[in-house]
């Protein structure tokens, strides 16, 4: 799929060209537009794999990342890529030495779905009030945690894990009209790691 190689060729293209601009000075120095964390995450929602650069605010209590995501066929039933705008906040952090938690992260995220298959406005082929979604933008609520090291060996003040709880749009209506409709669940499970420089 030459678009996902590409675009994830500009991802990591962006990640590079940020490292020299925040190895050489303080974050406060940095400019804005140069990522202060990478994130690599498995499913929810966003892809079977999801990488990109993140954005810390607010003395890390605020987290924005835009996330590249890929599914092959084999596992989602079509091959598609994604990308996803996500807004993150931990409230409140435990330091104890080296180690960082965040026992509560609560954000949202949109996602686009690229392709022919997935739209944002019902085509013509459909009678108008068929779908009530976008199936090419999900919304979603999420819920999770972290557990982090500081790595200085590597030049990363911080390798994180996290975890999150992700509910789309769509999900959540159909639980909420009929729970016994949604059989694979209100949640899906993310797992991921974060680098923060």
Do not use: C
Not at 39 to 49: E, H, K, N, P, R
Not at 103 to 111: H, R, W
Not at 140 to 151: C, E, N, R
Not at 171 to 193: D, W
């Amino acid at each position: 799929m030459k678009l996902s190689g590409l675009a994830a060729g500009l991802v990591v293209v962006w990640l590079l060209l940020g490292l020299p601009a925040r190895a050489e000075s303080p974050a406060s120095e940095a400019p804005w537009y140069v990522p202060d964390h990478a994130a690599l995450q498995f499913a929810g929602s966003i892809g079977m794999l999801a990488a990109g650069p993140g954005w810390a605010f607010l003395d890390e209590q605020v987290d924005v990342q835009m996330l590249l995501g890929w599914a092959p066929r084999s596992v989602a039933g079509a091959d598609f890529v994604t990308l996803t705008l996500k807004a993150q906040w931990h409230p409140f952090r435990i330091t104890r030495g080296d180690w960082s938690i965040r026992p509560l992260t609560i954000g949202a995220a949109f996602s686009y779905t690229f392709g022919d298959r997935y739209f944002l406005t019902l085509p013509d082929r459909y009678e108008p009030g068929y779908y009530w979604f976008k199936t090419a933008l999900r919304p979603a609520l999420l819920l999770g945690g972290s557990v982090g090291h500081a790595v200085p060996e590597l030049g990363v003040s911080l390798l994180e894990g996290y975890y999150e709880l992700v509910a789309t749009d769509y999900r959540i209506v159909q639980f909420v009209q009929n729970p016994l409709t949604v059989n694979t669940g209100l949640f899906s499970l993310a797992l991921g790691a974060r680098l923060r420089f």
